[in-house]
């Protein structure tokens, strides 16, 4: 097994830390500036766009986080239109959610708009060295799963 440099990995640590920050930073402005919208009541849109009715405790799951978090940003996103909370069929102690016509708009045109946050962000790279760093992501969030 190879030792590392310790030195290397507090490097490492805090310029991912820097650029994660970063990034996140632009999302969030954007997110809020353009469409009122924080970056985990955002998550919770994108996430239902793609797998359509969900229980809120699947989406928990989904999003890594506790159904607390998935239950406020439900009553927040619900209040502004954008996704419905109705009794789950299968489960009497269960809410499932599902987007509504204005809910579907907004996850669209967010995601467009953090994917060009993202495109800009990342403009300074080239593209191979856009590859080398996703396939380094991968690799290590592949790690954290197993």
Do not use: H, W, Y
Request: aromatic letters at 4%; hydrophobic letters at 45%.
């Amino acid at each position: 097994m190879q030792v590392r440099n310790s030195q290397f990995e507090k490097s490492l640590l805090n310029k991912i830390a820097r650029v994660t920050n970063g990034l996140e930073r632009e999302v969030e402005i954007e997110l809020k500036v353009s469409f009122s919208l924080t970056f985990s009541q955002f998550r919770v849109l994108d996430a239902l766009a793609a797998t359509g009715e969900v229980s809120q405790k699947d989406l928990a799951t989904r999003l890594e986080v506790t159904p607390a978090v998935v239950t406020r940003q439900a009553e927040v996103l619900s209040a502004k239109g954008l996704l419905v909370q109705r009794a789950n069929p299968r489960s009497k102690r269960e809410n499932v959610l599902v987007l509504t016509p204005k809910g579907e708009a907004a996850a669209m045109d967010a995601a467009k708009a953090v994917q060009e946050c993202q495109t800009r962000f990342l403009a300074p790279l080239k593209v191979q060295d856009e590859t080398a760093l996703e396939r380094a992501m991968e690799t290590l969030s592949q790690a954290l799963d197993s």
